[in-house]
């Protein structure tokens, strides 16, 4: 695992939840939570944790970027 700063709200109790994951789901979420953590460190506007981990997921192509109000 790695260091979390003293300020990160995705420290370990989140992990707790997950324990059903498999190997790749789990090495996917952590890419994830990784990329949206660099996204919210380098966003000089203060990025909500939910715009990072929607653009995180983007720039993994996990999910095409949909607009407000789409219908999925």
Do not use: Y
Request: with cysteine.
């Amino acid at each position: 695992m790695t260091d979390l700063a003293p300020d990160d709200c995705w420290g370990p109790t989140r992990r707790r939840r997950v324990r059903d994951l498999t190997p790749a789901q789990l090495a996917l979420a952590d890419d994830l939570h990784t990329r949206a953590l660099a996204l919210r460190a380098a966003s000089e506007d203060g990025l909500s944790i939910r715009d990072a981990v929607n653009l995180a997921a983007v720039q993994l192509g996990l999910e095409a970027p949909a607009t407000e109000g789409e219908d999925q």
